[in-house]
């Protein structure tokens, strides 16, 4: 049988009463993916643009790169974290989709690449995509490890 979370509770249910419970979890995890993404995206943008002018930098976008290691380093640490932690579904969806979602930039990722091609800065454009591309994953897979390690008593 199927079961869906409740969203009064954050308990796994049946489908008995699977349209109250259905849409009431629906609505109250868009509204905390929504909360979420609002705070991730304006913590992007204070921390990105901090980034290009505490490093000056006018053309290589070095503040969304920040960000999305940053933000690809804290998903893979908290993927971990709440793979067995008591943090509800409805919590996990709000910080993962919601915050981290607002915070992490692939689409400006991808504006700020093209934008460095149509101004015929190639070296620039290259070095964004291998470096956002090989930081990200190192990000999250330092995420993964910091959180293994903290799980085994060594960090």
């Not at 109250?20 to 993916?33: A, D, E, R, Y």
């Not at 915050?99 to 400006?108: A, D, E, N, R, V």
């Not at 149509?118 to 995420?143: D, H, K, P, Q």
Request: aromatic letters at 10%; one cysteine or more.
């Amino acid at each position: 049988m199927m079961q869906i979370l409740d969203s009064q509770t954050g308990q796994k249910q049946s489908r008995h009463d699977e349209g109250k419970i259905v849409l009431g979890s629906l609505l109250i995890q868009t509204g905390w993916v929504g909360l979420g993404g609002a705070v991730g995206s304006m913590l992007r943008f204070a921390l990105a643009a901090g980034a290009e002018r505490l490093f000056g930098a006018e053309k290589f976008p070095i503040g969304t790169i920040l960000v999305n290691v940053l933000g690809s380093m804290a998903i893979g640490y908290l993927t971990v974290r709440f793979e067995e932690s008591a943090v509800s579904h409805v919590y996990r969806v709000a910080i993962l989709v919601g915050l981290l979602g607002g915070f992490t930039t692939f689409s400006s990722f991808s504006l700020n690449t093209i934008q460095l091609i149509f101004e015929r800065e190639y070296t620039l454009a290259i070095v964004n995509v291998v470096g956002s591309v090989l930081l990200c994953l190192a990000g999250c897979w330092l995420g993964f490890r910091i959180a293994r390690g903290l799980e085994a008593g060594f960090v």
